[in-house]
């Protein structure tokens, strides 16, 4: 039989075992004899099949291969001449790799997936055209690995031993080991050579050498990682941006976003924040960008970030993201209080070429007096007289001449002239007498302002350009408000009454700011309630589509909030309800400030605390819950009555984000108010495989082999505490008193209390006649006890609920010693061990951790999703 290297392979050996000695490595030395990959098999694109799908199409391909120019898994035996044997089989991903429960299968391969190729003694390469691989269900695992480590240890024995009972058991227990850690989606070749002995036997075994991982296509992490896009490219160098990705399938708990600079620049790194739920259909992820290394930036500065796998190590193409300096002065307030203000005129007579001429007066010729220039339209007024016409201005008609004669017109231009010179000097009469009147009224106006102090008089004579507009488009009414000078506005309010103010007040400058909206910015309620009964319209929206009743949610200012609801009227009554550019309501943007106040004025006015947010449906409780809120979802709940069953768009409830955050206190108030545990979003779950065979060995029910269309939040719990309170089961059994003599484990530690002690300590609270109210207030939890006054046994259930969610138990002992409960202080010291319970008591508690459902092995919740 011919071979692509033009070897003979000898067929005797491949399905025959060999023996291998007890040294199984040749030692390796710098000149010695070594097996080295030449090229690796294709990590991902090829799928695993089952025994029932019959054989794959095409072997394996190498890492290299094209459509065109197929290569395939090769490796070489250097620096030696003579035979060879090269053996490969499949191993796990793990290090050190362990032998794999998945088979091998091809021309060359023997029933215990291991496939093996004689070379030499010219060429020593062998090249692997024909290997595929044969998944195994998850019921045979246990069965396989058990064979493959018999076999295994057979090898290294005389031929014809048998095993004894104690070792047949170790096989089996070390196989149930192993198909915990076991991945039925990534494998990894080993391959092994042996050279021949002084018999001419293959026993001398070179060090084996290991493969890249290879993921089956079926698996949701065999494709490549690949951003097709994003929504934003830069952000505030704070972070906190919500950003858009697209991408690739990536599985939601095995994926990070990596932002990070090159290692010229500092080698920074951060990841991208976001929770399972906001992972969308394996396709598109919704995360909030960290913040730069260094927050004093004073130019933009670029990085870059990628997509990354937590286990395999895969990455993404690299994208640019721009951090931009923070702006502490996003609505402009400061900087233009900062703004200098003009220089003041140092004199008010005419220009260098101008004469003393002033109302009708004598001048000269180029007119006296001071001419102002509106602003709007450059035209012009007099308030310095006419000169020239009073003071000889030249007409029409008459030409002077060098001897200071004129000329003697004709009858006809006497005529005309005489006509334009009655026009003229008709105009500059009226122009006189107007002149005049300003000019006593501007008199009048100063005299009285210089006597009083009040400025309205002369404001009423301006009231026409109070209008006008600056550079920002800020009238004076504006900067009266921006430079906070309540007097100045409240002049200028006055001054106006007399005209249609609104025209004024109303005004947007070039943000879309009415004065209005600065007054509530810059938290003036004076100003606020000011303009508001002058007439300042309350629905004009700013440039993110906000009110001022907007405005005064997100600052979180409850006067403010007050005012404005209390002024509303009829008319505006619908604002409470309605939302900004962004989707968002009044009451989402008080959460965001953990405003409780600011929430029960709204609610009180008429709006809905469980209106879903436009973009993707949260309610206020949703947001609250999403930024562990903890107090603010308790108000939500017990005094604002928000439906705890309540779904976004993607069908997550409040208790979907508590699990996928790891949150055990916020897990636990919710069940208690009534959160549905087995509630499904819109994510689908992805098993590995959908064959009716592939199912637990054991029988257990396994929650995620239920028929359903999406994750419960159980699907999504990050620790297991969260796993315990959605599953249902309380704290651990009573140990024996040996037991508690021993050295306990972390997690036994931070689980504190057993069922039986909260049972005796109740009884002691009840039997001493302990407020039950009372003890929740010391121990922090007096916002649930509407949770709890319902139940048979609200003291029961207070206990039950602080020990679930992460309560220590040193601040129930405190807490207990406050109300002088001496008998209950003792009962919860004598429950704790003795031995190292000052280091075990300091530790966080695990509940509050990032730990991954990866991480937990033993777990039958675990599969890839």
Same mark, same amino acid.
């Given at each position: 039989?011919?071979?692509?290297?033009?070897?003979?392979?000898?067929?005797?050996?491949?399905?025959?075992?060999?023996?291998?000695?007890?040294?199984?490595?040749?030692?390796?030395?710098?000149?010695?004899?070594?097996?080295?990959?030449?090229?690796?098999?294709?990590?991902?694109?090829?799928?695993?099949?089952?025994?029932?799908?019959?054989?794959?199409?095409?072997?394996?391909?190498?890492?290299?291969?094209?459509?065109?120019?197929?290569?395939?898994?090769?490796?070489?035996?250097?620096?030696?001449?003579?035979?060879?044997?090269?053996?490969?089989?499949?191993?796990?991903?793990?290090?050190?790799?362990?032998?794999?429960?998945?088979?091998?299968?091809?021309?060359?391969?023997?029933?215990?997936?291991?496939?093996?190729?004689?070379?030499?003694?010219?060429?020593?390469?062998?090249?692997?055209?024909?290997?595929?691989?044969?998944?195994?269900?998850?019921?045979?695992?246990?069965?396989?690995?058990?064979?493959?480590?018999?076999?295994?240890?057979?090898?290294?024995?005389?031929?014809?031993?048998?095993?004894?009972?104690?070792?047949?058991?170790?096989?089996?227990?070390?196989?149930?080991?192993?198909?915990?850690?076991?991945?039925?989606?990534?494998?990894?070749?080993?391959?092994?050579?042996?050279?021949?002995?002084?018999?001419?036997?293959?026993?001398?075994?070179?060090?084996?050498?290991?493969?890249?991982?290879?993921?089956?296509?079926?698996?949701?992490?065999?494709?490549?990682?690949?951003?097709?896009?994003?929504?934003?490219?830069?952000?505030?160098?704070?972070?906190?941006?919500?950003?858009?990705?697209?991408?690739?399938?990536?599985?939601?708990?095995?994926?990070?976003?990596?932002?990070?600079?090159?290692?010229?620049?500092?080698?920074?790194?951060?990841?991208?924040?976001?929770?399972?739920?906001?992972?969308?259909?394996?396709?598109?992820?919704?995360?909030?960008?960290?913040?730069?290394?260094?927050?004093?930036?004073?130019?933009?500065?670029?990085?870059?970030?990628?997509?990354?796998?937590?286990?395999?190590?895969?990455?993404?193409?690299?994208?640019?993201?721009?951090?931009?300096?923070?702006?502490?002065?996003?609505?402009?307030?400061?900087?233009?209080?900062?703004?200098?203000?003009?220089?003041?005129?140092?004199?008010?007579?005419?220009?260098?070429?101008?004469?003393?001429?002033?109302?009708?007066?004598?001048?000269?010729?180029?007119?006296?007096?001071?001419?102002?220039?509106?602003?709007?339209?450059?035209?012009?007024?007099?308030?310095?007289?006419?000169?020239?016409?009073?003071?000889?201005?030249?007409?029409?008609?008459?030409?002077?001449?060098?001897?200071?004669?004129?000329?003697?017109?004709?009858?006809?231009?006497?005529?005309?002239?005489?006509?334009?010179?009655?026009?003229?000097?008709?105009?500059?009469?009226?122009?006189?007498?107007?002149?005049?009147?300003?000019?006593?009224?501007?008199?009048?106006?100063?005299?009285?302002?210089?006597?009083?102090?009040?400025?309205?008089?002369?404001?009423?004579?301006?009231?026409?350009?109070?209008?006008?507009?600056?550079?920002?488009?800020?009238?004076?009414?504006?900067?009266?408000?921006?430079?906070?000078?309540?007097?100045?506005?409240?002049?200028?309010?006055?001054?106006?009454?007399?005209?249609?103010?609104?025209?004024?007040?109303?005004?947007?400058?070039?943000?879309?700011?009415? +004065? *209005? /909206?600065? #007054?509530?910015?810059?938290?003036? $309620?004076? !100003?606020?309630? %000011?303009?508001?009964?002058? =007439? @300042? &319209?309350?629905?004009?929206?700013?440039?993110?589509?906000?009110?001022?009743?907007?405005?005064?949610?997100?600052?979180?200012?409850?006067?403010?909030?007050?005012?404005?609801?209390?002024?509303?009227?009829?008319?505006?009554?619908?604002?409470?309800?309605?939302?900004?550019?962004?989707?968002?309501?009044?009451?989402?943007?008080?959460?965001?400030?953990?405003?409780?106040?600011?929430?029960?004025?709204?609610?009180?006015?008429?709006?809905?605390?469980?209106?879903?947010?436009?973009?993707?449906?949260?309610?206020?409780?949703?947001?609250?819950?999403?930024?562990?809120?903890?107090?603010?979802?308790?108000?939500?709940?017990?005094?604002?009555?928000?439906?705890?069953?309540?779904?976004?768009?993607?069908?997550?409830? +409040? *208790? /979907?984000? #508590?699990?996928?955050?790891?949150? $055990?206190? !916020?897990?636990? %108030?919710?069940?208690?108010? =009534? @959160? &549905?545990?087995?509630?499904?979003?819109?994510?689908?779950?992805?098993?590995?495989?959908?064959?009716?065979?592939?199912?637990?060995?054991?029988?257990?029910?396994?929650?995620?082999?239920?028929?359903?269309?999406?994750?419960?939040?159980?699907?999504?719990?990050?620790?297991?505490?969260?796993?315990?309170?959605?599953?249902?089961?309380?704290?651990?059994?009573?140990?024996?008193?040996?037991?508690?003599?021993?050295?306990?484990?972390?997690?036994?530690?931070?689980?504190?209390?057993?069922?039986?002690?909260?049972?005796?300590?109740?009884?002691?609270?009840?039997?001493?006649?302990?407020?039950?109210?009372?003890?929740?207030?010391?121990?922090?939890?007096?916002?649930?006890?509407?949770?709890?006054?319902?139940?048979?046994?609200?003291?029961?259930?207070?206990?039950?609920?602080?020990?679930?969610?992460?309560?220590?138990?040193?601040?129930?002992?405190?807490?207990?010693?406050?109300?002088?409960?001496?008998?209950?202080?003792?009962?919860?010291?004598?429950?704790?061990?003795?031995?190292?319970?000052?280091?075990?008591?300091?530790?966080?508690?695990?509940?509050?951790?990032?730990?991954?459902?990866?991480?937990?092995?033993?777990?039958?919740?675990?599969?890839?999703?």
């Amino acid at each position: 039989m011919k071979f692509n290297n033009e070897f003979i392979v000898d067929l005797q050996y491949l399905h025959e075992p060999f023996e291998v000695k007890p040294e199984p490595f040749v030692p390796e030395t710098v000149h010695g004899p070594y097996l080295q990959i030449i090229e690796e098999p294709k990590q991902r694109g090829f799928r695993f099949r089952y025994e029932c799908e019959g054989p794959s199409h095409g072997g394996l391909p190498g890492a290299s291969s094209e459509r065109n120019k197929r290569t395939y898994p090769t490796v070489k035996v250097s620096n030696y001449l003579g035979q060879a044997r090269i053996e490969v089989q499949l191993v796990t991903h793990t290090d050190p790799p362990r032998v794999h429960a998945h088979s091998l299968v091809g021309r060359h391969c023997n029933e215990n997936g291991i496939c093996t190729i004689d070379v030499g003694p010219n060429d020593l390469t062998a090249q692997f055209s024909n290997l595929g691989i044969l998944h195994v269900t998850k019921r045979g695992v246990a069965e396989v690995l058990t064979k493959r480590l018999r076999e295994e240890k057979r090898r290294m024995k005389e031929s014809g031993y048998k095993f004894t009972d104690a070792e047949e058991q170790t096989f089996l227990q070390e196989a149930k080991e192993l198909g915990k850690i076991v991945d039925l989606n990534i494998v990894r070749l080993k391959f092994t050579a042996y050279l021949q002995d002084s018999n001419g036997s293959f026993t001398r075994a070179l060090k084996p050498v290991v493969s890249n991982h290879i993921y089956d296509s079926k698996s949701p992490n065999a494709s490549n990682l690949k951003i097709s896009r994003m929504d934003k490219t830069s952000g505030s160098v704070l972070g906190g941006e919500e950003v858009f990705l697209l991408c690739d399938k990536v599985q939601k708990d095995d994926i990070d976003i990596r932002f990070y600079e090159e290692e010229d620049d500092g080698g920074w790194e951060a990841f991208g924040d976001f929770s399972p739920t906001d992972v969308h259909k394996q396709y598109a992820i919704v995360f909030k960008t960290p913040p730069y290394h260094c927050a004093d930036i004073t130019r933009p500065v670029t990085v870059f970030l990628q997509l990354k796998r937590k286990k395999g190590g895969g990455c993404s193409e690299p994208k640019q993201f721009t951090y931009i300096p923070h702006n502490q002065d996003k609505e402009e307030v400061q900087r233009k209080r900062m703004k200098a203000l003009p220089q003041p005129y140092d004199h008010w007579r005419g220009g260098p070429q101008g004469g003393a001429g002033a109302f009708g007066g004598p001048g000269s010729g180029a007119g006296g007096g001071f001419q102002f220039n509106h602003p709007m339209d450059g035209s012009g007024f007099f308030s310095g007289g006419c000169g020239g016409y009073s003071g000889g201005a030249q007409m029409s008609g008459f030409t002077p001449q060098a001897d200071g004669s004129q000329n003697q017109p004709t009858n006809t231009q006497t005529q005309s002239g005489s006509q334009m010179q009655q026009q003229l000097f008709q105009i500059a009469t009226a122009l006189q007498n107007r002149a005049t009147l300003m000019a006593k009224y501007s008199a009048r106006a100063l005299l009285q302002y210089c006597s009083t102090g009040d400025v309205r008089p002369l404001l009423v004579l301006q009231r026409r350009l109070c209008g006008v507009q600056d550079e920002n488009g800020d009238t004076p009414l504006h900067l009266g408000v921006i430079h906070q000078q309540p007097i100045v506005v409240q002049q200028l309010i006055q001054a106006l009454s007399n005209t249609p103010q609104q025209k004024f007040i109303n005004k947007l400058n070039k943000l879309n700011q009415a +004065p *209005l /909206h600065l #007054a509530v910015i810059t938290k003036q $309620p004076k !100003l606020v309630e %000011m303009l508001m009964k002058t =007439g @300042a &319209d309350p629905s004009l929206l700013d440039r993110e589509g906000r009110t001022a009743l907007h405005l005064a949610a997100h600052t979180g200012d409850e006067t403010i909030l007050r005012l404005i609801l209390g002024l509303l009227g009829e008319r505006y009554a619908h604002l409470i309800n309605c939302a900004d550019f962004s989707g968002q309501y009044p009451v989402h943007l008080a959460v965001k400030k953990d405003g409780e106040h600011c929430l029960q004025l709204l609610v009180e006015a008429g709006a809905k605390i469980n209106m879903p947010e436009q973009k993707s449906g949260c309610t206020a409780l949703h947001l609250a819950v999403r930024d562990n809120l903890l107090k603010l979802a308790c108000y939500l709940i017990t005094e604002l009555k928000a439906d705890v069953n309540m779904c976004t768009y993607g069908g997550n409830s +409040p *208790l /979907h984000f #508590a699990a996928s955050q790891g949150s $055990p206190p !916020l897990c636990s %108030m919710l069940i208690a108010a =009534g @959160a &549905d545990k087995r509630m499904e979003n819109d994510e689908p779950l992805f098993f590995q495989s959908s064959s009716s065979s592939d199912e637990d060995d054991e029988g257990t029910f396994n929650p995620r082999k239920r028929p359903a269309v999406g994750h419960t939040p159980f699907d999504l719990a990050k620790c297991q505490k969260v796993r315990d309170l959605l599953d249902g089961r309380k704290g651990p059994k009573p140990s024996s008193l040996a037991h508690k003599r021993t050295k306990i484990s972390t997690e036994e530690a931070n689980q504190g209390l057993d069922s039986e002690v909260l049972t005796k300590l109740c009884s002691i609270l009840i039997e001493d006649h302990v407020p039950w109210r009372e003890l929740a207030e010391k121990l922090g939890m007096l916002t649930l006890t509407h949770l709890y006054q319902d139940s048979a046994s609200p003291c029961q259930k207070l206990l039950e609920n602080y020990q679930l969610s992460g309560g220590p138990v040193d601040g129930l002992v405190e807490a207990l010693q406050s109300l002088g409960v001496s008998e209950g202080v003792r009962l919860l010291r004598d429950s704790q061990p003795r031995e190292d319970k000052q280091s075990t008591d300091s530790k966080e508690d695990s509940g509050f951790g990032s730990q991954s459902i990866g991480e937990e092995m033993g777990n039958p919740a675990v599969s890839n999703h």
